[in-house]
């Protein structure tokens, strides 16, 4: 076995060795052939190429064989479907005729069982009406025993049930009095850490919500409704001197100046009435009055410009004049053929499409088509499509649908837009008296009397849902779009509507008939309610409105319109600084005085303020939505507007205790806002309306330096240096300054702590020196809208002149 087993090892390893061999001598055979294919690569290119080409061939071969058998099989297929349809159809044939056969024959089983059908239900309806009779019986005579054993017991379930609710009303009104008594004691118990909180240094942003019991101050007589009325009063200069009096003199300490306001500030009696709220139940009855007279003047005046311009020519053309024709002349018929109900669904789209069709004309249109679109009777027809809104009311829904009416709104704006003879003739022919009239209808049913009541039924909701309407928006937004224009031609004197009137000599008389006709429209929109009204929604925003833009565009729309009604009543901007000697006959001035300027600024501070907002600190404050960043700034330039309209009443009515310090925390916040995110025309409306409250008013000063540091007036010491360098931002931030530091050592302080008063000192100087920083140039006369821009911001317009020497001197002075 060994030596076998030495010779299978030994066979093996000589096998082994071979392979080795021929392994070898292949691997070196291999070699070779690497070594002779590395020679021959050009060959092997050329045989790839041609290998290639045939492959090519071959395919299309393949393609062409292929696509004559799909030919031919489609051929084949379909002679076969032709061959199968009529195969179909003649046995289709023949089954239809086998159905009726069936169908015959089936009529007359079904008329043999339903005649046995009817024997046999009458039978046995017979059998169940003698039945139904014997259990009647029997019925009656169980019921008769059942009322009276139910009678006897129900007699004594009542009594037992009368007992039991006896006790259970005892019970409840006695738990009611005791919640009843604890929230008022929970009440007390806020109002009164509120009033030793408020007494004290702390400068929180106090809440908007309004008490269900108002407060009253016994000392001062006044009444406190909020929060923030309360912070505003005892920081108040009246009760600071009330409690000067009382302690001689002397600073109270902590604990006195607490007790001291607790014991006077109590509910106020039931029969205590605002005299801001008497006064105001007067006005509106005087405008009551007044509201009659004046439809009917203007309604007059309305017919005699109608029949005086009845057969007047049109001097305009257009190339759109047929089209246009052609659509108002369908938009006229489908409201004649249209009765008083509801239209239907069908003939109301062809109106959506006629308005559609008319809004994409007049948007690619000229001055001149739109005066063509008036003269064809386009406004009379828009006109009748929006007097359905008289016959609207909460319960009954109208006759065409809300969306189509709102467009036709916006192709009237179309129409009046950038056109002046159109809002002239919207003007004088008393059209916009209606559109007055359509406007207060729709916000009466949208803001009813009892609104602020309903808002409150749930007072700790800040949250609060409000309505919206898009006839009011579109409305508004058409009004503001006509009085901008009028506001355009007041601007241009008439320059480009002479052509409108009947006699060219009466230029004069006409423009003057022309300011009597504007005032007559402000006077009959404040007369019925309008401004009121939107001071009614603005006062009940008392949280954000990040998550309702519907609710931010009428907001927008409100704003727009009563910015429009504040520039058309006035246009000046070098003599606001006067004491105005005219009696303002429109009623506008003394009713936004009497709305706290329609509640902007409580719209603001709920809107910005609220219990969710961010405290001043290291972090930033979150970015706000785009919507309510418009509202802002819309907000500002209407109570910048209402500046330029009277500045005394604006700067009295924003002075007064809880207005000066909602706008104090409001001018704060923002400033702090724009610091981390740049919103330039926000910060230049913010910078514009803080001058215009402080212009010569040392009380409005002291409120801008007040408050948590840094105050409002560090702030905008603290802006960045572009404001100090740059012109253009100089005249921005430069006459704010300067309304909030002359004559006022204390806020003069302030200023010298951040920055050097010889800036604003050399800043006047220039002006001083340049007449051009005083009035508009030539050139700046031909600008119009810009030069107007312009002079917005200049030093003139926001700061008298008669005080230019004065404050150069106060500055300059150490």
Partial sequence: MKAWKEEQQQQRRISMEKKLRRAEEKRRMQLQRIVRKAHDEEEKVNEIAFINTLEAQNKRHDILSKKKDHEARLQDIQEERQRKLEEKAAKEAAAEERRKALEAKRQTRLLEMQERRKLRDLKI?????????????????????????????NAAQQATLEELQKKIQQKQEESARRHEENIELIRQKAFELSVRHYSSNDDDVPRLVPYETKKMCTVCNVLIVSEVYLLSHLRGKKHKEVINLQHQGKDPSTEELESYNLKHIVDAPADKLDPNIALDKERQKALKKRCKKLRQRMTNRGLEYEASSANRPVSANSIHKQKMQKIIKDINKLINNQGKGPWDTTIASNLERSLGELERLIGKCSTDDKIVCYSLGGINALMKILSVISNMTVSKNLVIP???????????GLICSDCPENCYSVLFSNKIGILLDYLIHCLNLLIPDNYTQLLNSNPNSINR???????????????????????????MSFAGIQNLFIDQNKIVSQNEEFQQRVHDVISYAVS?????????????????????????DFLLQCMTFLSALAKIY??????IFEIKKTEDTTQLVATFRVTELVGTVSLLYGMLLHSEAPSRGSAPPPELPQHTVKITIASLCM??????????MVQCVLGNEGLSLQLRHIASYLLWYCSHWTIQELLHEVILLVGYFTVLNFDNQMVIQSGQRPTVLQQLCSLPFQYFSDPELTDVLFPSLIACCHNNPHNKAILEQEMSPEL????????LLDLHGARLSSSEKKEGGQAEE?????????????????????????
């Fill in 760 to 767: 604003l000192s050399d800043y006047v100087e220039a002006h």
């Fill in 570 to 575: 006035t246009n000046r901007y070098d003599n």
């Fill in 639 to 648: 109570l910048n507007h209402l500046a330029l309209m009277d500045l005394q």
């Fill in 465 to 491: 849902a409000l309505p919206t309407d898009i006839l009011s928006s579109n409305l508004m937004q058409l009004l503001a779009v006509i009085i901008i224009t009028w506001f355009s031609c007041k601007q």
């Fill in 790 to 814: 312009i002079l917005r911001w200049k030093l003139s317009s926001r700061f008298p002149k008669s005080h230019w020497t004065a404050a150069k001197r106060f500055f300059s002075a150490r």
């Fill in 125 to 153: 309806e017979q059998q169940l009406q003698e039945k139904e009779k014997e259990r009647q019986e029997l019925a009656n005579q169980k019921a008769r025993d059942r009322e009276q054993r139910l009678s006897a017991l």
């Fill in 528 to 552: 019925i309610g309008i401004v009121d009204k939107l001071s009614q929604y603005f006062n009940n925003v008392h949280g954000p409105i990040d998550s309702e833009p519907l609710v931010a």
């Fill in 402 to 412: 809300k969306k189509t009416i709102a467009r036709a709104a916006t192709v009237f």
